[in-house]
């Protein structure tokens, strides 16, 4: 009998779309064809800041160093959040009609700059889960495992009586 329901962030109740980050941040860069290119080859850039192992001074110098931006930390800051697109209608609505049956969490990897121009936004949203986990705040991030024991720890779920919603098919396995 499933008890707990953990929900994804990005792509699932809130829209997202990377293209949008990897133009704006190509529009900064000295050679733009290079960040379309190396975006994917700088994971772990973004991995370590969404996992809380960089700063966002540090995450933005990382940018710059890799891509040859001389853009101010407001110019990346917006470009980063070119991809938050506002959280999907009926979403809140979801969230609390769930909530009188099951025990509802959310679980994002996300990072600080994101996190700072949504949380306004998504008040009402956040505080409508049971509890909500962040990978910058909590060190760790999907697909690992270990992020996925820390909540089902943390919130005294039994995986057998969990069910995770994603919309990435590698946090999906990390999951399972």
Same mark, same amino acid.
């Not at 190396?38 to 850039?45: C, F, I, R, S």
């Not at 909530?99 to 990897?109: A, E, H, P, T, V």
């Not at 949203?125 to 991030?141: H, N, P, Q, T, V």
């Given at each position: 009998?499933?008890?707990?329901? @953990? /929900?994804?962030?990005?792509?699932? !109740?809130? &829209?997202?779309?990377?293209? *949008?980050?990897?133009?704006? #941040? ?60 506002? @959280? /999907?209608?009926?979403?809140?609505? !979801?969230? &609390?009609?769930?909530?009188? *049956?099951?025990?509802?969490? #959310? ?70």
């Amino acid at each position: 009998m499933i008890k707990t329901i @953990i /929900f994804d962030l990005g792509g699932v !109740l809130y &829209r997202i779309n990377h293209e *949008r980050t990897r133009e704006a #941040l190509a529009a900064l860069a000295v050679t733009p064809e290079a960040v379309l290119l190396k975006l994917e080859a700088q994971a772990d850039v973004f991995s370590n800041y969404e996992s809380g192992k960089l700063t966002s001074a540090e995450f933005r110098d990382s940018l710059r160093t890799s891509y040859g931006m001389t853009a101010s930390d407001e110019q990346i800051d917006h470009a980063w959040n070119a991809m938050l697109g506002g @959280i /999907f209608p009926q979403s809140i609505e !979801l969230i &609390r009609s769930l909530k009188s *049956r099951y025990n509802i969490f #959310l679980l994002s990897n996300i990072n600080d700059i994101h996190y700072k121009a949504i949380d306004v936004e998504c008040a009402e949203l956040f505080g409508a889960f049971d509890e909500c986990f962040f990978s910058y705040k909590i060190g760790m991030r999907k697909p690992d495992t270990e992020i996925y024991s820390h909540v089902l720890h943390a919130t005294n779920s039994l995986p057998e009586h969990t069910i995770f919603i994603d919309d990435a098919p590698q946090n999906i396995l990390g999951a399972r």
